[in-house]
């Protein structure tokens, strides 16, 4: 099968639509921060349209910079690059390396996971009707990178990375179906087929129904991914989605994250704009490019059969 599949796809095209998707992620973060918590009103009075990365917000960022979102995928993505495969206890540990440098944003449940596991080394977090925020949902781009070629192993490492901090059902749900989005983007899925995933996603989880939007985007991953598919699929380009989204304001650098990495996949790497990427973090920049193409060389879509067993 995987052979068959990378037989089918063109490395490059994978690639370049896999940095689309990193890089898409880092860009709707820096971008979202700074309208984080505000209400649409209140963004139309200070900036009428934003759609400049230019910083502050209420972490009071440097243009560019990212937060947890970006902060918390790159930390997957080293410990894969540390162990040449999946680890869940090298993830956590770079979860709490993380912390202990007092990042300005982490969110209030990744925290508190995080910080028991350091005082007490333990893995496991028990369901928790309180864990379907947008935590792990908002760091599934390395996870979809790593296993791309093999939804089993996407379904099973999107779960085992969500349960490090959020055990809820609604998250894990939604961590699968962005994996899902961003997989089968890489992959050259066509709109109509990205909608028939999110259909599934609705179809178990009536909750995720988003054809009545009216304009929530809390933490809540329920209306996280409702103002993503909202936007996603009711705009044209890379650009335009990312500033709709993130002109709807609430947990606007996640809802920005996670619809950058969907549509970066989608539009690919091209659409995303020049005038943002130049203002990104070039550090961050520069170690996204460098984990795509280890993420990928790692992936079940580009090994002979047999390979991926194990992982
Ligand atoms: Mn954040
Ligand atoms: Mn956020």
């Known amino acids: 099968m995987a052979e068959a599949l990378s037989a089918v796809f063109d490395r490059q095209d994978v690639v370049q639509r896999a940095r689309g998707a990193f890089l898409g992620m880092a860009l709707g973060d820096a971008l979202g921060a700074t309208t984080e918590f505000l209400l649409p009103g209140e963004i139309r009075y200070r900036h009428k349209v934003h759609n400049r990365i230019t910083g502050g917000g ?11 979102d970006t902060q918390m995928s790159l930390c997957i993505g080293r410990a894969i690059d540390e162990t040449g495969g999946w680890s869940a206890r090298c993830v956590m540990e770079h979860f709490a390396r993380w912390l ?11 925290r508190r996971s995080i910080s028991r596991y350091i005082l007490k080394q333990e893995l ?3 369901y928790s009707d309180w864990d379907a925020g947008n935590g792990a949902a908002m760091r599934m781009a390395p996870v979809a990178l790593f296993t ?3 939804e089993a192993l996407l379904a099973r490492l999107a779960v085992e990375q969500a349960h490090l901090t959020h055990n809820n059902r609604l998250s894990d749900a939604a961590c699968i179906t962005i994996g899902r989005l961003v997989q089968q983007a890489i992959l050259g899925a066509d709109r109509p087929a990205l909608h028939g995933i999110v259909r599934e996603l609705i179809a178990a989880h009536p909750k995720f129904q988003y054809h009545n939007y009216r304009g929530g985007a809390s933490a809540y991953v329920v209306e996280t991914l409702q103002t993503v598919f909202h936007y996603f699929f009711g705009t044209a380009n890379f650009e335009e989605c990312l500033v709709a989204v993130v002109n709807q ?12 990495m969907i549509a ?6 091209e659409a995303l704009p020049k ?5 990104l973090d070039p550090k961050v920049r520069d170690e996204i490019d460098g984990q795509v193409v280890r993420l990928l060389d790692l992936a079940p879509i580009f090994h002979r059969p047999g390979t991926a067993e194990g992982r």
């Open 58 to 68: 209420w972490l009071n960022l440097k243009a560019g910079e990212v937060t947890d």
């Open 100 to 110: 202990k440098t007092k990042p300005v944003d982490v969110g209030a449940t990744c």
């Open 124 to 126: 496991g977090k028990e």
């Open 148 to 150: 791309l070629g093999n």
């Open 249 to 260: 304001g609430g947990d606007a650098d996640t809802t920005g994250a996670i619809a950058g």
């Open 264 to 269: 970066g996949a989608f539009y690919g790497l």
């Open 275 to 279: 005038k943002w990427l130049k203002v």
